[in-house]
C-alpha cells in the first residue's frame, strides 16, 4: 500500500508525499500532522498495540528504533540506588544483584575452562 498527500492549489492537484508502506493490516494506524506545509513524520502502528513500530520521513526515509540499551549488573545497581526507596527497600535489591552477578561470572568462568 502506498500512502500519498497531494496539494490542492489554483485547481492544480500535486502529489507531495508518496511513501510505499509494507504490511497494513486492518489493526495498522498512521499519524502525522502538518502545521502550513511542513509534515511531521508517519508514525506507523502495523499491528494496533498504540507503540510506534516505524517512523518514516515525508521524503520516505525510514528512521530506524533506537538501539536497546545494554544492561549490565553495574548499570543496574546505579539505577537502583537512584531509586527513591528508604534504604531497607534498597538493600535487598542491591544483594540480589550481587548475587546474581556473582552467579553469573561463576557460570562464565566455568563453561569457558570446559
Not at 506545509?37 to 510506534?52: Q, R
Amino acid at each position: 500500500m502506498t500512502f500519498t498527500v497531494d496539494e490542492l492549489s489554483g485547481g492544480q492537484q500535486t502529489q507531495i508525499i508518496h511513501i510505499p508502506i509494507s504490511n497494513i493490516s486492518s489493526s495498522t494506524n498512521i499519524t502525522l500532522s502538518n502545521t502550513g506545509s511542513e509534515f511531521t513524520n508517519l508514525k506507523v502502528d502495523l499491528n494496533g498495540d498504540n507503540l510506534v513500530d516505524m517512523e518514516i520521513t515525508p521524503a520516505g526515509e525510514v528512521i530506524l528504533p533506537p538501539v536497546e540499551q545494554v544492561v549490565t549488573y553495574k548499570t543496574l545497581l546505579v539505577e537502583i540506588n537512584k531509586l527513591s526507596l528508604q534504604k531497607k527497600f534498597k538493600k535487598p535489591l542491591v544483594t540480589a544483584v550481587k548475587a546474581a552477578e556473582k552467579i553469573s561470572k561463576k557460570i562464565t568462568v566455568k563453561s569457558q575452562s570446559d
